[in-house]
């Protein structure tokens, strides 16, 4: 089984959002919710970097291991997906994220948040594979066509990757290479070499 | 099979003792009739009964200060009951899609919470009092208890239902609804519409024979 | 390639060569050229670390110091910026998220479970040890006002919330260690729902019952003199004879200033919870989680020991809470100094009185309730 992966190529990301649009487009995710962002770091200094950022898919999800009603599940493809029908909006997955995946339709008082969405990896639900109801509360399953994450596809720089941990962690070995430097010593400045 | 029962046969019987139940207690009171006031009248009947209907509404004078926490309870309970019966927005499209034909402007979620809270509050402390009471309990009836009981689960299962996100506690929510209009017309709880006839009759009693009360 | 190799070098020899205090991570290179790798420095920047020093007091020390910090540090120094305009967005990786998870599934729930189970036990062996305390000469039937409506109707307003907020409270904590295995997740995911939305909408009336109580109780709470010696006697729970009392004896008064302080501190942290449009953070809302169930685990426990003490604990403990009087037995053993005090105010009402005003025919000890029907 394959265990998929997203990897943001922190060098190449040019902070374009094209892979957040892409998303909010196929899915037709509603107004308020993003289930990827772009987040710069030392934005206008030396040293600015920008990474996209979604739900990482994690082995040992915060967010699963928080949830009161247990409403999240790892498929044999190493995807984090969570069930709707079961999902009480109340919030406890998004405080335990690192990346700040999970999204709440509303932010209204009395915690009325709604339902929580998240990136499904383009794989959609528990629902039926192309039912109508996966679509609408989880967006386009691309995965069972044989797809990949549109976000990835569709990166202009090719900074965002998604697939099989196995394949990235080739690109990503090349492309380290390629800059004559390890990721683990000091190395020098990409753009200056 | 239950939600096709509440949402179908159970909710059109409900809706239909409701309305005739209601209907008929009215009729009922109307034909009751009262002996003929052979008394020359002092004073105008339909001014005082108009007079009394709206006096009634805060409490007198001399006693507002001992009644003041049942009389600001009953008018949270009330008034909050009221907003989120008719202006929460799950009401608002129930009764478009399902009675009506026609909606309004809802109010934001956030009122609709606090008019809940004002409810609940209300209901709370008033049936509280009726325990607490000796007075008030002893003149309470089984039927006041239901009543209350019966108004407040319903309010508290629309609060459980409050997601909007699961089919059971909607229609957990919509079957005690129906036992509370089924309740409705045997009950207390008529004095939703009985009190203003009620209070008009004291009212005309009172101007007819000239009680400024 | 060549070039930059042998600048770097240059540049590295010159450093070592002039000065001893420039720290050796940080080698002093031509401009335009960043020795460091890029990529660590970013995740220097994202972990929210100085240097290397720091490594090691992550996953260290107490998670509600380390929240407040970051708190204080997130605000001077925000970690990035995002085109996505929502709370948090600009948070590349928070993480303490992962460690309040791991405080709240295993460290919170645990302890709150054997807490709740100790409390149960405890109180069962001392009802087995102890049984119901009696008072002293038995019931007299002459009766003395305790609390007014009013004040009853404060005090279960407020119990009645307290109790809802309790258990969906609870629900929602240990619902998945223990209830799921019993309903399945489905017709948990129900009564989870129920209870989420029950919470938050019952949550703000506990702070207003919690000041109607302050306001009609707090004069006969305050501390006096004699109340050390309650103190001291173990509070007539301990060993025999009673201790000495005025209104509210010190257990009570200690019992009314936690719930007053202890539910001020739930209150607002669950207003800040229960209100995310307000955009606090998820490390605020970490932090207050935190305090808002340690806090109402407290007042859960040792509530469960007052209910105990006004029902079957102690004869004639509830009546005053029932009818708003007590027998001049029960006050005389348990708060002697008021007792002493009614005696000689002469506020004492004789048994047919008391059964005349709760509307019972003199002779008669049918309960009040049987009549209205």
């Not at chain 1, 984090?80 to 509303?106: M, R, S």
């Not at chain 3, 000065?19 to 401009?31: G, L, Y």
């Not at chain 3, 307003?157 to 907020?165: G, I, S």
């Not at chain 3, 007052?306 to 006050?331: Q, R």
């Amino acid at each position: 089984m394959a265990q998929m992966k997203f990897y943001c190529d922190a060098e190449r990301c040019i902070e374009c959002n094209a892979c957040v649009t892409a998303c909010k487009n196929e899915h037709e995710i509603p107004w308020g919710v993003n289930r990827r962002r772009v987040v710069t770091i030392k934005d206008g200094e030396q040293g600015e970097r920008s990474l996209s950022v979604a739900c990482m898919h994690c082995a040992d999800a915060p967010c699963a291991t928080v949830c009161p009603v247990d409403c999240f599940y790892t498929t044999g493809d190493g995807i984090v997906l969570h069930d709707k029908d079961i999902c009480i909006g109340c919030g406890y997955c998004f405080y335990a994220c690192p990346f700040g995946a999970p999204q709440f339709p509303e932010q209204a008082a009395f915690a009325s948040r709604g339902k929580m969405d998240k990136c499904t990896f383009c794989a959609g639900g528990p629902e039926e594979d192309h039912s109508s109801n996966e679509y609408k509360k989880y967006g386009r399953n691309r995965l069972s066509e044989g797809k990949l994450p549109l976000c990835a596809e569709m990166c202009s720089t090719h900074a965002l990757l998604a697939g099989d941990a196995d394949v990235l962690s080739d690109i990503y070995r090349k492309r380290v290479i390629n800059r004559g430097a390890s990721a683990f010593e000091w190395g020098v400045n990409q753009l200056k070499s | 099979m239950i939600q096709y029962l509440i949402d179908g046969p159970l909710w059109y019987f409900s809706l239909a003792v409701f309305f005739i139940g209601v209907v008929w207690q009215l009729i009922a009171v109307v034909f009751t009739g009262n002996k003929a006031d052979l008394s020359v009248p002092r004073d105008s009947a339909a001014s005082g009964a108009i007079k009394t209907f709206f006096s009634r509404f805060v409490p007198h004078r001399e006693i507002a200060p001992a009644i003041m926490l049942p009389v600001v309870a009953g008018y949270m309970f009330h008034l909050g009951l009221f907003a989120l019966l008719f202006f929460a927005a799950p009401h608002v499209v129930f009764l478009e899609e399902n009675l009506l034909g026609f909606g309004w402007t809802p109010m934001p979620h956030w009122a609709f919470i606090v008019a809940a809270q004002f409810a609940f509050f209300g209901l709370i402390v008033l049936w509280l009092r009726r325990l607490v009471n000796p007075v008030s309990r002893l003149i309470s009836t089984l039927d006041d208890h239901i009543a209350a009981i019966l108004t407040f689960v319903v309010m508290l299962t629309g609060c459980f239902a409050l997601l909007e996100g699961s089919t059971g506690l909607r229609l957990l929510h919509r079957f005690t609804v129906e036992l509370w209009l089924i309740y409705f017309p045997f009950s207390a709880l008529m004095h939703t519409f009985t009190f203003v006839p009620s209070r008009m009759l004291t009212g005309a009693w009172f101007g007819r024979r000239g009680v400024d009360a | 390639m060549l070039s930059l190799v042998l600048t770097l070098a240059f540049g590295l020899q010159l450093s070592s060569a002039d000065a001893s205090n420039i720290p050796p991570q940080k080698p002093n290179v031509p401009d335009g050229v960043s020795a460091l790798n890029p990529g660590s420095d970013l995740w220097r920047e994202v972990r929210r670390r100085d240097g290397v020093g720091e490594f090691n007091e992550v996953n260290q020390g107490v998670l509600v110091k380390d929240l407040l910090s970051e708190i204080q540090r997130s605000r001077q120094v925000p970690q990035g910026i995002s085109q996505v305009n929502q709370v948090d967005s600009g948070v590349m990786i928070n993480a303490k998220g992962r460690r309040w998870a791991a405080f709240r599934m295993t460290t919170l729930a645990s302890y709150s479970g054997i807490a709740l189970a100790a409390i149960f036990v405890i109180i069962i062996t001392f009802y087995v040890v102890r049984g119901k305390v009696p008072i002293e000469g038995g019931l007299s039937g002459n009766m003395v006002k305790r609390f007014t409506d009013y004040e009853r109707i404060t005090h279960w307003t407020l119990a009645v919330v307290f109790l809802l907020l309790a258990i969906t409270g609870l629900i929602l904590l240990l619902g998945r260690p223990l209830l799921i295995p019993l309903f399945g997740k489905e017709a948990f995911a129900l009564l989870a729902s129920a209870s989420k939305e029950g919470h938050n909408l019952f949550g703000p009336l506990f702070l207003v019952s919690l000041i109607m109580m302050l306001i009609s109780f707090a004069r006969r709470n305050i501390y006096e003199k004699g109340d050390l010696t309650w103190l001291l006697k173990g509070g007539g729970l301990i060993g025999k004879g009673h201790a000495s009392g005025g209104f509210f004896n010190m257990g009570e008064k200690t019992w009314y200033w936690m719930v007053i302080l202890i539910g001020l501190v739930i209150s607002i942290s669950g207003l800040i919870l229960v209100s995310p449009n307000f955009g606090q953070g998820r490390l605020i809302m970490e932090l207050m989680h935190i305090v808002h169930a340690v806090s109402a685990m407290i007042l859960i426990v040792v509530s469960v020991g007052h209910m105990y003490l006004g029902s079957i604990g102690s004869e004639g403990a509830l009546e005053g809470m029932k009818t708003g009087y007590v027998d001049i037995n029960w006050a005389d053993a348990h708060h002697d100094r008021w007792g002493k005090h009614c005696h000689e105010e002469d506020l004492i009402v004789s048994a047919e009185e008391y059964a005349r005003m709760q509307g019972q025919p003199a002779d008669s000890a049918e309960p009040a309730m049987e009549q209205g029907k």
